[in-house]
């Protein structure tokens, strides 16, 4: 590619597959080896700018491969971006399966951010059975997350997969307490969340609405139905102290 530096990871048993990163020649870059041993294909680059740095690790998990998350040296201001092909509800699939699990966990520890909106098209569109998709994800961490807007852009070629851009507007460290929301659903009550969202949308006539707004007041009444469920769990918490002091209180 004229005019750029290669940083990649050929895969060595076979004649296809693999991670490229092309970095302007007018950036200073470094690559970062990343020992994922027969696993995911994974290439880490450091961009130089002034006084700051910029970390991308490039990662591709082909079905057949087990995920190598934890090779990665997650610090400050760092990128990780690639097809994971892994599911969870967190990036548009309907259900979570072993691999979104294990991605979520590793984002929890490792505290990044996932860069994804509902609203967002999918990244996947296949040919040949039709589907679409987002195993496309890009994490980062908070303090050039908060700086970041990503875009799925138009299909190329004759690629399945969308490209994705993602735009940094400027590198700034942010206060710790500005941590994007993220929903928590392990912790979820969903006997609640069901009564409270069923409540909600029996309300709504799909049938006078095209497919858009009905969808749209669909996730309305689940985001509702959601803060609601926070809301009412937080008072919860709150009356217990309050019970324990009271009782405390009492004793004394």
Sequence with gaps: MKGYQTFKQDRQDGPKGGVI?????DITASGIKVNAGDRAEMIG????????????????CPPGK????????????????????????SWGYENQ???????????????????YSPEDPPTFYSRSWMPTSTPDLAFATEDIALNT???????LGGSDHKPVLLRVEMITARNATSTLPRW?????????????????AVSINARSKNTNQGAKAITEAIIKSAKKLYLDEQEKTIDLIGQ?????????
């Design 244 to 252: 324990k002091n009271w009782k405390n209180l009492k004793l004394k």
């Design 45 to 60: 680059t450091e961009l130089y700018f002034k006084d700051k740095s910029i970390t991308i690790y490039n990662c591709y």
């Design 97 to 115: 399966d072993a691999r979104g699990e294990e991605v979520e966990d590793w984002q929890t520890n490792m505290s990044l951010l996932l860069l």
């Design 21 to 25: 990163t092309l970095v302007k020649n």
């Design 149 to 155: 807007t990503r875009q799925v852009m138009d299909q």
């Design 184 to 200: 928590n659903y392990k912790k979820a009550n969903w006997d609640h969340f069901t009564a409270l969202t069923d409540k909600l």
């Design 66 to 89: 087990e995920h190598a998350l934890h090779a990665m040296n997650i610090g400050n201001q760092c990128f990780v971006v690639g097809d994971f092909n892994s599911h969870s509800p």
